[in-house]
């Protein structure tokens, strides 16, 4: 399920464009260590270049406009693949020790870690963050399309910063060398800004997937039902760094987080 291209983030994502084109396009006529390759070679860099922000640009509209993991129906979660051991599960948790809460907006039943978006108007199967710059809901099935947007973006922005940092040019007078390199200090103003959100964003995900934390609970664990009761060090849903990193990256299909919130109580039945 994807959103329609023309939704609410319609204009975000005119911003995002037009502001990358607008970047690639001052880096791409300046001259700059973009070109300083020889002979046969010299369109090799400008071209991987261009590819690589057009990947980025891809990414950043496919987690735009994906599905996060919205809650469509009251479905039985228990059907669902398990993180708990890693197969297929077949048999039921105990009515008794799950209790699935009903959404006071949509009023479907919440599965454990969903939670409800105002602006998306949907619950979303675990929810870390509504982002305001790609519109959409951070949830259990475009996190890592983020993810890999964050990271691949950060590379990009990496190389633009030294292709913008090599394109200036010295001049005798102040004025003059405003004139020469006004678009390009544009540029890597922008450049810098980017940078400097993208690195802080991917940081920080990447270290609450390794403690198997969402933003949301990593920001309200007072506030969350299901984590009230455990300490402010205490996770219940992380399994060690490795096996968090494992699941996140190499794990496909919802989750039913309730097994893996029970899987100690489950483990000695």
């Given at each position: 399920?994807?959103?329609?291209l023309?939704g609410?983030?319609?204009g975000?994502?005119t911003?995002?464009t ?13 001259d700059?260590d973009?070109y300083?390759?020889?002979d046969v070679w010299?369109?090799l860099?400008?071209l ?5 922000v057009?990947f980025?640009?891809a990414?950043y509209y496919?987690?735009?406009l994906?599905d996060p993991g919205y809650?469509l129906?009251?479905g039985?979660?228990k ?19 799950v ?5 006071g ?6 599965p454990?870690?969903?939670?409800h ?7 979303v199967?675990?929810?870390?963050h ?12 475009n996190?890592?399309?983020f993810?890999?947007y964050?990271?691949f973006q ?6 633009a ?7 200036f ?12 390199n006004?678009?390009?200090l ?8 980017f ?7 991917l940081?920080s995900?990447l ?8 933003t949301?609970?990593f920001?309200?664990h007072?506030?969350?039902?299901y ?5 402010s060090?205490?996770?219940?849903f992380?399994?060690g760094?490795?096996r ?7 794990t496909c299909?919802n989750?039913?987080w309730e097994?893996v919130?029970f ?7």
């Amino acid at each position: 399920m994807f959103h329609s291209l023309w939704g609410s983030g319609c204009g975000i994502r005119t911003v995002h464009t037009l502001l990358t084109c607008g970047v690639t396009l001052v880096l791409l006529l300046h001259d700059t260590d973009l070109y300083s390759q020889e002979d046969v070679w010299i369109h090799l860099q400008p071209l991987v270049f261009v590819l690589m922000v057009t990947f980025s640009t891809a990414l950043y509209y496919g987690v735009s406009l994906m599905d996060p993991g919205y809650v469509l129906t009251d479905g039985d979660e228990k059907c669902h693949p398990s993180l708990a051991n890693g197969e297929q599960e077949t048999e039921s948790l105990n009515p008794s020790t799950v209790r699935m809460r009903r959404c006071g907006y949509c009023l479907l039943k919440q599965p454990m870690r969903a939670r409800h978006c105002k602006s998306c108007q949907h619950c979303v199967r675990r929810y870390d963050h509504h982002c305001p710059w790609i519109e959409n809901c951070v949830g259990e099935k475009n996190h890592r399309v983020f993810i890999l947007y964050l990271t691949f973006q950060l590379l990009v922005l990496l190389w633009a910063l030294h292709i913008a940092w090599s394109g200036f040019h010295s001049a005798v007078a102040w004025s003059n060398w405003l004139r020469i390199n006004l678009f390009l200090l544009g540029a890597l103003v922008v450049i810098g800004i980017f940078l400097v959100v993208v690195t802080l964003l991917l940081v920080s995900h990447l270290y609450l997937i390794s403690c198997n934390v969402t933003t949301w609970e990593f920001m309200s664990h007072h506030r969350i039902s299901y984590l009230k009761q455990c300490d402010s060090d205490t996770n219940p849903f992380d399994r060690g760094i490795i096996r968090n990193l494992w699941s996140f990256f190499c794990t496909c299909g919802n989750v039913v987080w309730e097994r893996v919130y029970f899987r100690d109580t489950i483990n000695s039945v």
